[in-house]
């Protein structure tokens, strides 16, 4: 007996400090999303309070599902399936959409399916149009990550390298913090390095001719550091000593890519996660894919960070090759290797 | 008047169906499982007593104070229940229900808060209702709230955990007191089924956790303060 692949599929994500709701239609695409950050919140304590995470999610995941059913003129009733994150992410934070979603999924008759976060963002680039054709290389560079994936379909990644310490994202706010920038640092310390120069001071490019694909970050705050301790913290050198620590992040993440293309012959680079809305990384990005002949793909910027659609839409491909989860009791991971879903 | 109720905020889990004044209930001591076991054990409750979601007139959540997490799941699955089923909600204490289920008419309650705390409350019962006689706190045992008069019964875990600070400072007014009593499902929907009657029940967004314990971080401006104190 052949099940039908349900159609309209809401997506809810609460891995962290970002309650997103979405809803995606098989054939109509992406209908409608809505995204509340807490940003302004977790900046007070600089750097996100995973308690006052799951507190805020409970109060943002209803009328946010509201919201995105008016947006699209749907009703409740209309859901055939919804996807939820189950991880990795803060487990608190996990729980919240969790709940809800396999509660309102059991109210609704409907199938529920949890997603692997960093699936998401890898897919969102198929959200966009143009989107890439499978294969391609996947650079996946957030707060929380940095690696370079092979993806040749849903559920079918291969790790091609990660960083063996901090996240580039972790490494533009920790360099933020350094220069006293507030939280999130990264596009901050971006914006501050538009007025410097980034040739004044020579940071090291940790690991950039390793040979393999991956990545260190934790000795570039180091070097920060000592920068920020050896000269008088002007304006304009805090500003050039931003525009060196972004150049040098920039730099490995360009090279890696390049180097993974290489590897793998594949001529299609996609890049998620919330620094691919970095512009220098795109500008040298984009450089480099027209000396090589390859073709490079964002997100839209909306789907860069953390989001519902992604949720959404990777649940909605997922149901077209798989049954749902088994069921309505949930259970979160927190801690979720790509690697280990197929 | 069909309601069921969820309750997750300690390491037992259960859930009540109460009809017209019939209860049907299970509880579970599940540890840090309530996610796994929350939804087949209501399941199971509706299945057994023949009842669809639908048919029911509300949903009833121990809303706190108790584990922040454990919490959130009963609060998370009544917003999702509520809200695709079109129900109102009611969040019930979880010290009130403690008073409901110890068959007394002078409770006070406490329940283990962690970091050397109790949640605490003192209910009496008049003409079948309960009055609130202190409102619920977070405190010391040691600095709990005063209450008047004697015969006064202790319950929750907050009577084992302190057990000799709370006899030291109720000395003379504690008449009994039952470390082990923990909130239920069924004292929960005992408590709502009224207030659903009345029409208090609310909107499926508005289900909130009671947390109680509300100063979770130090903000960079109040670490510097302390650092600058230190």
Redesign the interface.
């Known amino acids: 007996m052949k099940k039908l692949i349900p159609q309209l599929v809401l997506g809810i994500e609460s891995s962290c400090d970002e309650t997103g709701i979405a809803l995606y239609h098989q054939q109509d695409g992406l209908l409608a999303h809505a995204l509340y950050t807490q940003a302004a919140m977790h900046s007070e304590y600089g750097g996100v309070v995973p308690e006052l995470a799951s507190r805020d999610h409970v109060r943002r995941a209803l009328p946010l599902i509201r919201q995105t059913l008016d947006q699209a003129d749907r009703q409740l009733a209309d859901l055939d399936a919804i996807a939820y994150t189950r991880g990795p992410g803060l487990a608190g934070a996990l729980l919240v959409g969790t709940s809800v979603a396999c509660a309102l999924g059991y109210a609704l008759d409907i199938p529920v399916l949890g997603i692997h976060h960093l699936e998401g963002h890898l897919l969102s680039p198929l959200l966009a149009d143009p989107a890439p054709a499978l294969p391609f290389v996947a650079l996946l560079v957030s707060g929380g990550h940095t690696q370079l994936m092979r993806v040749d379909g849903v559920g079918q990644y291969t790790l091609l390298g990660e960083t063996l310490d901090d996240a580039a994202g972790e490494a533009f706010d920790k360099s933020a913090k350094l220069l006293g920038l507030g939280y999130p640092g990264g596009p901050e310390l971006a914006k501050l390095a538009e007025h410097g120069d980034a040739a004044r001071f020579k940071l090291p490019r940790p690991m950039l001719h390793s040979g393999d694909l991956d990545f260190s970050f934790s000795g570039l705050k180091t070097a920060v550091l000592t920068l920020t301790k050896q000269h008088e913290m002007t304006d304009s050198t805090r500003a050039d000593i931003a525009a060196a620590a972004q150049a040098a992040i920039v730099d490995v993440l360009v090279g890696k890519a390049q180097a993974a293309l290489k590897q793998t012959g594949l001529k299609q680079l996609v890049i998620a996660g919330g620094v691919g809305a970095n512009r220098l990384l795109r500008s040298q990005l984009d450089a480099a894919a027209v000396r090589k002949g390859v073709r490079v793909f964002y997100p839209a910027l909306e789907f860069c960070t953390d989001n519902g659609a992604m949720i959404a839409f990777a649940g909605a491909m997922r149901l077209r090759q798989q049954a749902p989860q088994d069921g309505y009791a949930f259970a979160i991971k927190p801690r979720w290797d790509l690697q280990q879903i197929g | 008047m069909r309601l069921l109720a969820l309750e997750t905020s300690t390491e037992y889990c259960s859930v009540a169906l109460w009809q017209d004044g019939a209860l049907t209930s299970r509880c579970e001591l599940v540890g840090q499982k309530h996610?796994?076991?929350?939804?087949?054990m209501l399941?199971s409750v509706l299945r057994e007593a023949g009842v669809k979601?639908g048919e029911l007139d509300g949903i009833a959540f121990g809303s706190g104070p108790g584990s922040?997490?454990g919490v959130?799941?009963a609060?998370?699955?009544?917003?999702?229940?509520?809200?695709?089923?079109g129900l109102p909600v009611v969040g019930i204490c979880t010290l009130l229900a403690l008073a409901e289920a110890a068959g007394q008419d002078k409770v006070i309650a406490a329940l283990d808060a962690r970091m050397g705390e109790i949640y605490h409350a003192a209910y009496a019962k008049r003409d079948d209702a309960w009055l609130t006689v202190v409102e619920p706190n977070l405190c010391k045992a040691e600095d709990a709230p005063m209450v008047t008069g004697e015969g006064w019964h202790g319950s929750g875990s907050g009577f084992a955990a302190h057990e000799n600070a709370l006899a030291v400072r109720y000395a003379g007014q504690l008449a009994s007191s039952d470390g082990t009593a923990i909130p239920q499902a069924a004292a929960i929907a005992r408590l709502a089924a009224p207030l659903l009657v009345a029409g208090a029940g609310m909107d499926?967004?508005l289900a909130?956790?009671f947390?109680l314990r509300d100063k979770?971080?130090?903000?960079?401006?109040e670490?510097l303060a302390r650092g600058a104190t230190a």
Do not use: K
Request: glycine letters at 8%; charged letters at 10%.
């Open positions: 996610s796994e076991l929350l939804m087949p399941d979601l922040f997490t959130r799941i609060c998370g699955v009544t917003q999702g229940l509520a809200l695709g089923a499926a967004a909130a956790p947390y979770v971080a130090l903000t960079t401006a670490r």
